[in-house]
């Protein structure tokens, strides 16, 4: 009986201590910690204190760590406004890790740096630029397009641009993507002849 009765109490003491634990930790669930990993990454950016990093790390860190891609793209921003080399290193772990994880805003800031890099890092580019054009980054598909019409990474290709610019303006209306081709219509480029009609139709629809 008295054995039972200190196992009751040792119980009872256990529980007590890891609902302390819980308080003092302020355990959450995994949707709230994403919520508020969330709020605090989109705070950085006009609030750079401590206490918004900290609280990055605090819900974001561990998110991060199990792999969830938003998550990641979010912790990086702890690490970009600090120019030492070790947080850019860090910075652009997260971000890879990211964008390799499907991620769309990461995959188009990372497009961006390797645009202009080795052929390997050029195809990875584009590819990540077509994705994240397709889920909702609205400048990827005009970007597209300034690479095929200008040969920014990739060689110039006419047909491939116009089919970048259409996309970015039937999905985004983008301005720029008018007047891209414009430009190609006008002068024309490799792949697609000049044509007036067509220079004129855009550039009236860029006017609207």
């Not at 979010?74 to 860090?90: E, G, L, R, V």
């Not at 890879?96 to 800031?109: I, P």
Request: aromatic share 12%; net charge positive; with cysteine.
């Amino acid at each position: 009986m008295k054995k039972a009765l200190q196992m009751k109490i040792k119980i009872k003491e256990t529980i007590v201590a890891v609902l302390l634990t819980m308080i003092s930790f302020d355990v959450i669930s995994e949707d709230d910690s994403k919520a508020l990993c969330d709020k605090y990454a989109e705070e950085i950016y006009v609030n750079k204190s401590k206490s918004t990093i900290n609280n990055i790390r605090k819900h974001c860190k561990a998110l991060a760590e199990s792999g969830d891609a938003k998550a990641q793209y979010n912790y990086a921003s702890i690490f970009f406004f600090d120019n030492s080399t070790d947080s850019q290193i860090k910075h652009k772990k997260w971000m890879l890790l990211s964008a390799n994880n499907g991620y769309a805003k990461a995959q188009y800031f990372m497009a961006g740096r390797y645009l202009r890099g080795s052929p390997d890092q050029v195809i990875q580019a584009v590819k990540w630029y077509e994705n994240a054009s397709r889920k909702g980054i609205s400048p990827a598909p005009s970007i597209l397009g300034d690479a095929y019409h200008k040969g920014i990474g990739v060689p110039v290709d006419g047909k491939k641009a116009v089919y970048w610019y259409k996309f970015a303006v039937e999905k985004y209306d983008n301005y720029g993507a008018m007047l891209g081709l414009v430009d190609i219509y006008t002068h024309g480029i490799k792949g697609v002849a000049a044509n007036k009609a067509k220079a004129k139709y855009w550039q009236l629809k860029a006017d609207e």
